[in-house]
């Protein structure tokens, strides 16, 4: 039996439509999935209930799927199932965010429930390699392309952002934990002029069982606002909410959306 723990935004309610039968849905209090009402809530300091009550259900494969932010831990809320996890948890905090959730994803490993991916389940979510947009990909925008793809690996080697936007090879701006769109926002009245591409990427050692980076229509308008000519993503390595209204966004917006295969 699949459960699936549920964070905010559109993803978990996207692969719920998809499946055949209902999975269980649970979701870290506080941080609900749109559209979708979960079959149970659960705190950090109760992982441990949670994880043997997914068990006793019929539990064999569990979906992470949706944005969570780091919650913060109140001892005096930690029940007895979850105390021998403590020490793990309290360290996966003080980690970055890919070995924070490994140690998550250990932990239900080890008690033999089987991690699936979201797109795993829904492989459509990754679009293949290609120009998706009516705007065509010019030779400046391949540059520009290359150049952001070193400096999002290297991003990504420090446990930081999965994004940057570059314009005839400068960095204007890079992904930190504010997020894409925050970081798009700080280009909206930036003297930078107009042109140059956003580019996201999954960090180069991170999990693609979970927290793949996603975009969507509103990453769309952002970069449009932002006045940048295009949207190029790293083929395989994050996925697409709605990916026909994404299409018809981008060329509404007169941008290029290519699926770049590195």
């Given at each position: 039996m699949l459960a699936l723990i549920a964070g905010q935004g559109r993803l978990p309610k996207i692969l719920v439509d998809s499946l055949s039968k209902r999975p269980e849905i649970a979701s870290l209090q506080g941080f609900d999935p749109e559209g979708l009402i979960p079959d149970r809530q659960f705190r950090l300091e109760t992982l441990g209930s949670l994880i043997a009550e997914l068990k006793a259900a019929g539990t064999?494969?569990?979906?992470?799927?949706?944005?969570?932010?780091?919650?913060?831990?109140?001892?005096?809320?930690?029940?007895?199932?979850?105390?021998?996890?403590?020490?793990?948890?309290?360290?996966?905090?003080?980690?970055?965010?890919?070995?924070?959730?490994?140690?998550?994803?250990?932990?239900?490993?080890?008690?033999?429930?089987?991690?699936?991916?979201?797109?795993?389940?829904?492989?459509?979510?990754?679009?293949?390699?290609?120009?998706?947009?009516?705007?065509?990909?010019?030779?400046?925008?391949?540059?520009?392309?290359?150049?952001?793809?070193?400096i999002a690996a290297a991003l990504g080697e420090l446990d930081l952002g999965q994004s940057?936007?570059?314009?005839?090879g400068q960095a204007l701006a890079l992904e930190a934990l504010p997020g894409t769109d925050a970081m798009l926002g700080t280009l909206a009245d930036a003297p930078h002029g107009s042109g140059g591409i956003f580019f996201k990427a999954k960090k180069p050692q991170q999990d693609a069982r979970i927290d793949l980076p996603v975009i969507g229509v509103e990453t769309v308008r952002n970069v449009a606002a932002a006045g940048l000519d295009g949207i190029v993503i790293q083929a395989g390595g994050v996925m697409v909410l709605d990916l026909d209204e994404v299409v018809q966004a981008v060329n509404d917006a007169d941008l290029f959306f290519w699926i770049r295969d590195d």
């Open positions: 064999t494969e569990v979906c992470f799927a949706g944005a969570i932010a780091r919650p913060e831990v109140d001892p005096s809320a930690l029940d007895a199932a979850t105390l021998p996890l403590v020490p793990r948890i309290m360290a996966a905090l003080q980690m970055g965010d890919d070995a924070a959730l490994g140690t998550v994803l250990a932990i239900f490993e080890e008690a033999d429930i089987a991690i699936k991916a979201a797109t795993d389940l829904v492989p459509t979510l990754l679009p293949e390699a290609g120009v998706l947009s009516k705007r065509p990909v010019e030779v400046t925008h391949e540059k520009d392309a290359k150049r952001a793809r070193t940057c936007v570059v314009r005839k």
